[in-house]
């Protein structure tokens, strides 16, 4: 079964929480994706705090002992998922004091296990190279899901550094993952320009993965007018690959975000797409009419209906006809 | 919803089980499942890492940190 694609990373990511595949979570599909990520949150809490009273002990024998120590004990003894647990029931000053001194592969690795709610208080502290370091290192093991969860701890700092040096293909990866819509939109509008015009290309000719990745982006923006900016980037691509856009969004139930992104576009962009042959195919105008129902969005999509030619608009309104005439 | 599953999932979800009434029964005992079996697998990789931990530690403070980590 096809699954909506913030369902998707959302199923992933409660795969990942539990140490299992989306498959093997594939019944919580039929769940709102935001419960899905309520069940996450919860449940990785849960598991976090049954063992959280010996690893605070732990935490406070470390105040004990100096630094170096620690760090010597911790790299000799305690493997990455252990030193997460205990990090993350330490004070996050002395805790990133620790990491300052570890190696970028060994935190790498301790990421991945920590607390996510303790997370931002330790990343804000540890120093920037060392946290661009493990940024790289993440990227480079392909764990996008801890990077999409890391991005909410990110300073502003830290993200315009991992615009500067992260290929685009992975933050496309990072941004389908991201936590939340608020840091994200965030993130993306402290890209400049010609980084954001090379993350459309990038999504656009990319693999179907990359599309949908890029699909998912535009439809989490929380401002229109950046979500604009990505279309019209967008709306520079040639026929063939804004129809394979098209077809990607149809595929991933995301026509939606498509329809959204094309509502926030300037006009002379909103005639080119509408010129895509694809639009005419049959049974199209029927799914964009269907979508455009069920999320209404006919009042954001008026004045593109305005812009339509006489065919189009035909199609169209005959589509929507069909759907609201009970007959 | 069965009880024993939805005293389980409260376990786990708190008031956040509401969220989940509406999955059939099936469905439920799968997430039940899921979410024993990662608590399942999580105590066997602390207890693996642990063990890993103590066989590191001087023999004489093995049974002190033993103690500290509730083993």
């Known amino acids: 079964m096809a699954h909506d694609l913030a369902t998707r990373a ?72 252990l030193a997460a647990r205990v990090a993350g029931e330490m004070a996050p000053d002395r805790a990133a004091e ?3 001194r570890m190696p970028v592969e060994y935190l790498a690795e301790a990421c991945v296990h920590l607390d996510p709610r303790r997370a931002a208080p330790l990343v804000h502290r540890i120093r920037q190279d060392r946290v661009l370091a493990v940024i790289t290192e993440l990227v480079t093991r392909g764990d996008f899901i801890t990077l999409g969860r890391l991005l909410d701890a990110a ?19 990072i941004g389908f993952y991201a936590e939340s819509d608020a840091q994200l939109t965030r993130a993306v509008a402290l890209l400049p320009p010609a980084r ?19 699909l998912a ?54 005639r080119r797409v509408l010129k895509l042959k694809a639009l005419t195919e049959p049974h199209m105008a029927g799914h964009l009419v269907r979508t455009v129902e069920k999320h209404n969005l006919w009042a954001r999509m008026a004045p593109v209906v305005a812009l339509m030619d006489n065919d189009l608009r035909h199609r169209f309104t005959e589509s929507t006809d069909r759907q609201t005439d009970p007959h | 919803m069965g009880g024993d599953v939805r005293e389980e999932l409260t376990y786990w979800l708190g008031a956040d089980v509401r969220a989940v009434e509406g999955l059939p029964d099936e469905a439920l ?20 890492a642990s063990d890993g ?6 023999p004489v403070l093995r049974g002190t940190v033993s103690r500290i980590l509730g083993r």
């Open chain 2, 53 to 58: 931990a103590l066989r590191q530690m001087p």
């Open chain 1, 196 to 214: 954001l015009r090379g993350i459309v290309r990038d999504a656009l000719k990319g693999e179907p993965e990359l599309r949908s990745a890029g």
């Open chain 1, 98 to 100: 620790l990491a300052n």
């Open chain 1, 10 to 81: 959302e199923l992933v990511k409660l795969a990942q929480a539990l140490g299992t595949t989306p498959d093997q979570v594939a019944f919580a599909a039929k769940l709102p994706h935001t419960t899905i990520r309520r069940v996450r949150e919860r449940a990785v809490a849960t598991l976090y705090d049954e063992h959280k009273a010996a690893f605070r002990r732990v935490a406070a024998i470390t105040r004990l002992l100096p630094t170096a120590l620690n760090v010597r004990i911790t790299l000799r003894a305690f493997s990455p998922l």
């Open chain 2, 29 to 48: 005992k799968e997430l039940r499942d899921a979410l024993v079996a990662a608590r399942e697998r999580q105590a066997a990789a602390l207890r693996t």
């Open chain 1, 217 to 270: 982006l535009i439809g989490r923006l929380s401002d229109d007018k950046l979500r604009g900016q990505l279309a019209e980037y967008a709306a520079e691509a040639d026929d063939e690959t804004l129809t394979a856009l098209l077809r990607t969004a149809v595929d991933d139930g995301a026509v939606a975000e498509l329809l959204v992104a094309v509502t926030t576009m300037g006009e002379q962009a909103q």
């Open chain 1, 155 to 173: 300073t502003e700092s830290v993200v315009r550094d991992v615009s500067a040096t992260v290929p685009t293909e992975a933050l496309l990866q």
